[in-house]
């Protein structure tokens, strides 16, 4: 499968944006998924940071405590897409935003990078002060 990031740019403090992960395949859940989806970021020089996932099984969502409550994960079945709305955004914010699949469901296992297997080429969100 083949996961396309879009979405990012240059925003200013208190700005919003929203990311977009799509599929080449049915993926995210729905009637026929069997893989949940995560977004991951990664700023220079730092390691790669959950920020959120969501499981196919039950359709839990699961936020990393930096951005609970001014992201949003959100899911269109139809069009093999996920999406996540970004807003209030800080410049901490700024990294590479990675979309990825799982075949696991948890949160113990999805908070992890390595529990993924497909991965999108990541787009940059730039938040200026």
């Known amino acids: 499968v083949q996961l396309q990031a879009s979405g990012g740019g240059l925003v200013q403090v208190g700005g919003s944006l929203r990311l977009s992960c799509t599929a080449s395949?049915?993926?995210?859940?729905?009637?026929?998924?069997?893989?949940?989806v995560g977004w991951f970021r990664q700023a220079p020089g730092k390691e790669r940071e959950f920020v959120v996932a969501?499981?196919?099984?039950?359709?839990?969502?699961w936020y990393a405590d930096s951005v609970k409550g001014r992201f949003t994960l959100s899911r269109d079945n139809d069009r093999n897409t996920v999406f996540l709305q970004m807003d209030s955004l800080k410049p901490e914010d700024t990294a590479l935003y990675y979309c990825?699949?799982?075949?696991?469901?948890?949160?113990?296992?999805?908070?992890?990078?390595?529990?993924?297997?497909?991965w999108g080429q990541g787009t940059l969100v730039t938040v200026s002060s």
């Open positions: 969501k499981s196919y099984r039950d359709g839990k969502t």
């Open positions: 395949e049915r993926t995210f859940g729905g009637t026929f998924g069997i893989y949940s």
């Open positions: 990825a699949r799982s075949p696991y469901y948890t949160y113990s296992d999805l908070s992890w990078p390595v529990k993924y297997e497909d």
